[in-house]
Every structure is written in structure tokens, then in C-alpha cells.
């Protein structure tokens, strides 16, 4: 049986990888190593393959996509199903799921970015479930925090 790839997964729910790096990229600034977007676009497509290629984090994540998935048929418990449809602000699992993730990928550095990501929901953010925003927002948090801090690594410009 072949092993499968939690990019495959986000593809097959109509998250592709490109959509993902377009939302990265709608609140990039320059920073000492990305200094131009499409450098930017390379260094974070790299640490996303890097991020992916981590078993617990794609757990995580699909985590997110089966929570969405039940959500979608009404299965939460404890949850009616306006509740989830509103992703109403006491429905705090999915803002700690996006937490965990963007921690585990760029530490408390992705904590920050996945609250601009949260809260600016650019791009596929915008339209993707109560779960699977978070879990794409800290996703994208984790990993840009970790491609400004490597890009300024590389540059050797990290005081």
C-alpha cells in the first residue's frame, strides 16, 4: 500500500499549493534575503516542501480537513450545525488548531504571522471552511516565519 501525501489530500479538497503561496505572497514586504517577491515565492515554496514533508504536521493538518469534512455533514458533537456554518467566535478548536501549527512549523514567530493571516484572510483563506482557514493560515504563518528568518540566515544579516 503506497503511503499518502498530505498534498494530495489539500488538492483533492481544492486547496492547491499554488493558492496557498499566492496568499503568502499577498503580505510579503521585503526583508533582508527575500528582498524581491519572487525570491520570496522560491524560499517559501522550499520551506513548504520542507514543512510538508513532516508526518506530524500533515497529521495535523488533516486533522483540520476531518473536523471540516464532519462539519460539512453536521457530525461535530456538541456542535449544531448553524454554529459551525457561522464559525462563531465560542468555537475556539479551530483558532488552536491553526495556533498549534503555526507554532510547531516557525515557533512563536509563526504565532504572529498566523495572526496576520487569520485575520487578513487573503487569497484561498477567504473562502475555505471554519477549520481549513486556520489550518491553511497557520500553515502559511509557520512557514513564512520560517523563510524570513532562513532568507536572513542565508544573507547573514540576523543581528
Do not use: W
Not at 484572510?121 to 477567504?126: A, C, M, N, V, Y
Amino acid at each position: 500500500m503506497t503511503m499518502r501525501d498530505i498534498r494530495d489530500v489539500l488538492k483533492n479538497m481544492g486547496i492547491h499549493e499554488d493558492e496557498i503561496v499566492s496568499a503568502a505572497m499577498q503580505l510579503y514586504f521585503p526583508h533582508p534575503g527575500v528582498e524581491t517577491r519572487e525570491k520570496a515565492e522560491a524560499v517559501f515554496r522550499q520551506e513548504m516542501a520542507l514543512a510538508l514533508s513532516d508526518p506530524n504536521l500533515a497529521l495535523l493538518i488533516y486533522a483540520g480537513v476531518l473536523l471540516e469534512s464532519e462539519g460539512e455533514r453536521c457530525n461535530l458533537p456538541n456542535l449544531r450545525p448553524a454554529d459551525y456554518e457561522n464559525d462563531l467566535t465560542c468555537l475556539i478548536a479551530d483558532e488552536v488548531l491553526g495556533l498549534a501549527i503555526a507554532k510547531y512549523v516557525g515557533g512563536y514567530k509563526g504565532l504572529f504571522d498566523y495572526v496576520r493571516y487569520d485575520k487578513a484572510k487573503p487569497g484561498i483563506l477567504s473562502r475555505l471552511g471554519p477549520f481549513m482557514d486556520d489550518v491553511v493560515a497557520g500553515l502559511i504563518g509557520g512557514v513564512s516565519a520560517n523563510m524570513y528568518t532562513r532568507a536572513a540566515l542565508s544573507e547573514g544579516s540576523l543581528h
